[in-house]
């Protein structure tokens, strides 16, 4: 999962996360070279390893810059690619009400 484009992988699970997917993932492997226990298990690790990047990430913050793309797209852009703010925080924190 993600061996090619790990970036569009978190991107997809991204998308899961922000429809509060609950269900189940499915893996499609094809361990030429490996015994498919293996291939499974990496698969499983990648899949555990993108969920817990994408937990990381200050959602309301993110969505909040999403929508305020004039103010906040630099931040956003860079909080995403894994760069991080340039202020060393997250995305810009949504305003407290």
């Given at each position: 999962m993600g061996?090619?484009?790990p970036e569009l992988f978190d991107a997809l699970m991204y998308v899961?996360?922000?429809h509060?997917?609950?269900g189940w993932f499915g893996?499609?492997?094809n361990p030429v070279r490996m015994p498919v226990e293996t291939a499974i298990k990496i698969n499983i690790?990648?899949?555990q390893a993108s969920i817990d990047r994408?937990?990381?990430l200050d959602h309301a913050s993110i969505i909040y810059a999403a929508n305020h793309p004039d103010k906040h797209v630099a931040g956003l852009t860079l909080t995403l690619s894994g760069q991080g703010h340039p202020s060393g925080k997250t995305a810009p924190a949504a305003p407290v009400k």
């Amino acid at each position: 999962m993600g061996a090619i484009s790990p970036e569009l992988f978190d991107a997809l699970m991204y998308v899961l996360k922000m429809h509060s997917y609950q269900g189940w993932f499915g893996i499609d492997i094809n361990p030429v070279r490996m015994p498919v226990e293996t291939a499974i298990k990496i698969n499983i690790d990648a899949v555990q390893a993108s969920i817990d990047r994408i937990n990381e990430l200050d959602h309301a913050s993110i969505i909040y810059a999403a929508n305020h793309p004039d103010k906040h797209v630099a931040g956003l852009t860079l909080t995403l690619s894994g760069q991080g703010h340039p202020s060393g925080k997250t995305a810009p924190a949504a305003p407290v009400k």
